[in-house]
């Protein structure tokens, strides 16, 4: 009994799932407090000066933005992953209650067979086979009801040995049930903790740059260039080019040749294509098409894929940056890179050393 209320609990849970999966979490966390800055106690982002403290510099402004959509960009891997995680029990979850349904009609079917053998033995008078087989006086009869005994036992041996494996794998694919849908409440949960965290580091940083005048605005994105070209220069001149002579692969080729098709679309965090992405949903789109399966995160591409020195980066290779491996951009030759850069910007080619560079991945390798 308790094995069929185990059943009827797990095929509850996966009926309950199909409506779970349709609503998006809503569970709210505290995103980290702003970290102190060099020269004082921090300010929530956007909140004006006060009468005693000096105006930032556009610099400064700069670089605060930069920092919260760094912050963005890593919450962000953080959804991806477990978004990914909770398709993957989602599906687990499926396949989980396929066997529990399919176990508890064959527990069914082994439990009628067993009855209609009990019907029969009734009907027959209630004697034993055994019982029958002493009482025969036709040895012919005698040898073939003992064939008959010898496999009947057999059969019911059987039967109630598939009936006990049943049971219990319908007990373990019960728990197993339980343990899939906890990860999925608590995948859905880290879902909902980095979407608040995203959201408050993109409005902040929206927030600092609504409050400058049209003028400052151009000079803001005027000194974000001039950054990323100091990098890119000094990436240069540090003869990081002089080795660096290899072809693309045949699916390197075509995955570049996706990647770039889409320039011109908007960065959105959590979006893998056709419309909009952002970087690792650029990068996994890109290599996807040219028939290569590799993580949905730029982290985990770090973690995962093959890595070789820069020195030896080919067409194709796709590029982590930042010490926490918080974006990815795909190398495409001379220098440069296409990538998806942040909110409010659109999928483009910079320059591959315009960003400290982490290392340097091949999914093809």
Known sequence: MNRRRCAVAAITVV?????ALAVPATAAFAAPSPAPSPSGPARPPGQPN?????????EEVRAEIEGLYRQAASATDAYNLAEEKAEKQSAEIVKLSAAIIEGQARI????????AAARAQYRSGGIPEEAKLVLTDDPQ???EGAGRLLQGQKATRDLLTELKQRQDDLETYTQDAGTEWARLEAHRAAQAKARKVITEKIAAAEKLESELA???RERLRELERQAQLRAQ??????????????SASPAG????????????????WGAEGPDAYDCSGLTQRAWGVAGTAIPRTSQEQWRLLPRVAVKDMRPGDLIIYFADATHVAMYIGDGRMVHAPRPGRNVTVAGAGSMPILGVVRPDK
């Open 15 to 19: 009926c309950a799932l199909t409506t």
């Open 50 to 58: 006060q009468p005693n403290q000096p105006k930032k510099s556009l």
């Open 108 to 115: 069914e079917s082994l439990k009628a067979r067993a009855g």
């Open 141 to 143: 009869l005698f040898l």
């Open 214 to 216: 049209a003028a400052e």
């Open 233 to 246: 220069t000094e990436w240069l001149d540090s003869g990081a080019l002089r080795e660096i002579n290899r």
């Open 253 to 268: 080729k075509a995955a570049i040749e996706f990647a770039t098709s889409q320039i011109g679309k908007p960065y959105v």
